[in-house]
T-cell receptor, first 107, second 113 residues
């Protein structure tokens, strides 16, 4: 069983839709990270959170420590949001990653 | 500062050859990480340095893999006697102590023929 599970694996949305990507984890963590990866490999850190909620522009990340669950929301989605979104948990000195959610936003 | 850089960006090699990758972290970051990512999967942890000390190695890192960070700045990852299963994206990241956020380089894509 993977320690970090993401859902859905693939998501196609129409421009303007509200998008939710979910992440569940089974290990004790120091923090949870949401990352964005574009074709070609580059990974950008979107959020790091250990409790509550964070917002940056159209992106919102929430975490429920008791339920070991986090969500990433994208409001008013745009084709430029198309990417792979990866959840990762801080575990000791390293990150443990989910497999990623492939998001495609169509115009 | 331009962020984390990796060299080369792409490497094609024949099975059995040795390859070496380089990572230059953000200059003030004392922590450096290597990850490996295969197609359709999330990255997997390989090893971690704090300054020049290699503090943790994954079981994924077989005896054919070695990593160094000799002066606590840049790091190298060497793979000896490459196998087709080594084909992957090798990612480097860096961070500061006390700051959990990691900054990633663009990766080195290795193809072993």
């Amino acid at each position: 069983k993977n320690e970090v599970e993401q859902s859905p694996q693939n998501l196609t949305a129409q421009e303007g839709e509200f998008i939710t990507i979910n992440c569940s984890y089974s290990v004790g963590i120091s923090a949870l990270h949401w990352l964005q990866q574009h074709p070609g490999g580059g990974i950008v850190s979107l959020f790091m959170l250990s409790s509550g909620k964070k917002k940056h522009g159209r992106l919102i990340a929430t975490i429920n420590i008791q339920e070991k669950h986090s969500s990433l929301h994208i409001t008013a989605s745009h084709p430029r949001d198309s990417a792979v979104y990866i959840c990762a948990v801080g575990y000791g000195n390293k990150l443990v990653f989910g497999a990623g959610t492939i998001l495609r936003v169509k115009s | 500062d331009t962020g984390v850089s990796q060299d080369p960006r792409h490497k094609i090699t024949k099975r059995g050859q040795n390859v070496t990758f380089r990572c230059d972290p953000i200059s003030e970051h004392n922590r450096l990480y290597w990850y490996r990512q295969t197609l359709g999967q999330g990255p997997e942890f390989l090893t971690y340095f704090q300054n020049e000390a290699q503090l943790e190695k994954s079981r994924l890192l077989s005896d054919r893999f070695s990593a160094e960070r000799p002066k606590g700045s840049f790091s190298t990852l060497e793979i000896q006697r490459t196998e087709q299963g080594d084909s992957a994206m090798y990612l480097c990241a860096s961070s500061s102590s006390g700051q959990g956020r990691q900054f990633f380089g663009p990766g080195t894509r290795l193809t072993v023929l």
